[in-house]
């Protein structure tokens, strides 16, 4: 009686690739700037007029003042294409806040002294500027430790002026010197960053804490590539400047001295508070590459007979033993009818009818894949 032997047919391995590509973030600079002259030199005058009033020495002092704000705010725009949200890193300690305060001075004296007259003609312009600075991380936005970044800052006093005053009269001379300081103060907060696309049926975003992400819909691809974002940042800025002028005058006229000293004479400039409207930047985001396809490999000689017969002499469909060697059959002999065997019966529940892989059997085990064929042998 022949005996059936099972050699090792074909070894099948299924491999499965990711369904879905990593996590990607797209980022693009976004590093919003301000210059704001909030008054210039032409826009601001004080002028003491004469002082002390009734008194035979006077000096007029005249200030032309102009200050200007600069706000520098580095950092980067974030996408996250599996989300489809975009949030915002400022860059750490990098972000900037000054005034720019700068003036000039004209000063003139007279006198009226035993009906001695005289008056000198414009001393100066003296020209003074100053930078007040405080930095901090960007954005500013609600939930940011450094929020509000903040000014407060008086100079140490120094000496603007220091002029002879010599008088065509030779019964009259004197000094002038003047000492300045100045008082700055303010406050700037991130008010939002509003973001959108450039689609005009998409409403603009507000984000309006550190890290906040905003839900923005990039569509599926492949274009518009980049996804473009603009954004615009908002803040809130307040500030205030003083100069503070500080003379001193001596004059001695026919062996009198006539001090003017120990006045302060404060010239705020015109106060700042208003929302800032930074310039739009437009963020540039390079959609990343599709997933792979998933991959699988299959076992050799699965196909090699769509009936799920091979090359044996019997019919397809029976049970009996083949004569001599198969040429890579399958998996055994369905029934009669087309469909599986009985379990325990020889060559059954390996292939359909139709030369499909068995679906339960082959399913179960998608890494290791044996096939059987029989060789007759006679007694």
Wanted: aromatic share 6%; glycine share 12%.
């Amino acid at each position: 009686m022949a005996r059936v032997r099972a050699p090792l047919l074909a070894l099948g391995l299924a491999l499965v690739a990711p369904t879905s590509a990593a996590a990607e973030v797209g980022v693009a600079e976004f590093s919003p700037k301000h210059l704001q002259q909030l008054v210039g030199l032409d826009d601001f005058t004080y002028d003491t007029d004469w002082f002390p009033v009734d008194s035979p020495v006077q000096l007029r002092l005249i200030v032309h003042a102009g200050n200007s704000v600069t706000i520098d705010m580095p950092g980067d725009g974030l996408y996250d294409w599996d989300q489809g949200a975009i949030h915002f890193e400022g860059e750490e300690g990098a972000g900037s806040y000054g005034v720019d305060v700068g003036f000039t001075l004209d000063a003139k004296v007279r006198f009226d002294v035993a009906g001695i007259k005289w008056e000198s003609d414009i001393i100066g312009p003296y020209d003074y500027a100053v930078i007040s600075e405080t930095l901090f991380t960007p954005y500013l936005l609600m939930g940011n430790p450094d929020r509000p970044a903040v000014i407060a800052d008086e100079t140490d006093a120094t000496t603007l002026v220091e002029v002879p005053i010599t008088p065509d009269i030779l019964v009259a001379s004197g000094h002038l010197d003047i000492d300045i300081y100045l008082i700055v103060d303010g406050e700037l907060s991130g008010r939002s960053i509003d973001v959108a696309t450039l689609d005009p049926k998409v409403q603009w975003q507000s984000i309006k804490s550190e890290g906040e992400a905003a839900p923005l819909d990039a569509g599926p691809g492949p274009l518009p590539d980049p996804f473009e974002v603009e954004g615009v940042l908002y803040c809130d800025l307040a500030t205030t400047a003083t100069i503070v002028l500080r003379p001193t005058l001596v004059m001695e006229i026919l062996g009198k001295e006539y001090i003017i000293a120990d006045i302060d004479i404060p010239v705020a400039l015109p106060p700042f508070e208003d929302v800032i409207q930074f310039d739009p930047i437009m963020m540039d985001f390079m959609r990343p590459p599709p997933p792979p396809e998933p991959a699988t490999t299959s076992s050799d000689g699965a196909s090699d007979s769509a009936s799920g017969t091979g090359d044996a002499s019997g019919t397809s469909g029976g049970a009996g033993e083949t004569e001599g060697d198969t040429d890579g059959t399958g998996l055994g002999s369905a029934t009669a009818s087309g469909g599986f065997g009985e379990p325990g019966e020889e060559g059954c529940a390996c292939r359909s009818g139709d030369g499909a892989p068995g679906g339960a059997a082959l399913l179960a085990l998608p890494i290791l894949a044996l096939a059987r064929r029989r060789r007759a042998r006679a007694r």
